[in-house]
């Protein structure tokens, strides 16, 4: 059973919209949510996070939209930049440590 | 600032070889994990160890050995190499304890077997 859903497997956007991300999980007890984007060629990286005290963090244009009671959590990229094409993953974890991760939404920004 | 560097960088086996694939991190970091990323698909965890010695199970560990002799290190065995297999393998590591730490990734290692 897969832990974390992630949707779509791909998104183009026009430079300027806004890209939205969508995750979901299973379990209850995950208690921190981070997203991570790898460009091509390389590894992931940390991009944003959110812990469930909070149902929305912002960093510049990238914002986490969070739904505890829902099980949902969604990233937005706010005036979408070609730069910000690559592959994005979300994922949670809990206190054992153990990180799960979506398949990854694949964003391709049009200029 | 570290880095962790995972070796080799293209690994190449035959069907049933056992395969050793190495990780090492100067971050002075806890914990580390092993993942397994296909092709268009997401990071699926293999193994994890929170610290020298320690070993933990993920969802994928059927078919893989790990071993974490050093804080430093962490290696990943394939124990019987599946044809036509193509994956990367990639080593992370995060300072502390608990899921809520950052995860740095090395380069990755591809793995194919003939």
């Known amino acids: 059973q897969q832990q974390v859903r992630q949707s779509p497997q791909s998104l183009t956007v026009w430079e300027g919209e806004t890209a939205i991300l969508n995750c979901s999980y299973e379990d209850s007890t995950f208690d921190y949510f981070p997203w991570y984007h790898q460009f091509p060629g390389e590894s992931p990286a940390l991009l944003i996070a959110i812990r469930p005290v909070s149902n929305k963090k912002e960093d510049g244009r990238f914002t986490i939209f969070f739904n505890k009671r829902e099980k949902k959590f969604s990233l937005h990229i706010a005036d979408s930049q070609p730069g910000d094409s690559a592959t994005y993953f979300c994922?949670?974890?809990?206190?054992?440590?153990?990180?799960?991760f979506g398949d990854g939404t694949q964003l391709v920004v049009k200029p | 600032g570290g880095i962790i560097t995972q070796t080799p960088k293209f690994l190449i086996g035959q069907e049933g070889q056992k395969l050793t694939l190495k990780c090492q991190q100067n971050?002075?970091?806890?914990?580390m994990y092993w993942y397994r990323q296909d092709s268009g698909k997401g990071l699926r965890l293999i193994y994890y160890s929170i610290t020298e010695n320690d070993l933990q199970k993920g969802d994928l560990s059927e078919g893989y050995d790990a071993s974490r002799e050093k804080k430093s290190s962490f290696s990943l065995t394939v124990t019987s190499a599946q044809k036509n297999e193509m994956a990367v393998f990639l080593c992370?590591?995060?300072?502390?304890?608990?899921?809520?730490?950052?995860?740095?990734f090395g380069s990755g290692t591809r793995l194919t077997v003939l």
């Open positions: 971050f002075n970091h806890d914990t």
């Open positions: 992370a590591s995060s300072r502390g304890l608990g899921g809520s730490e950052t995860l740095y």
């Open positions: 994922a949670a974890s809990d206190s054992n440590n153990r990180i799960f």
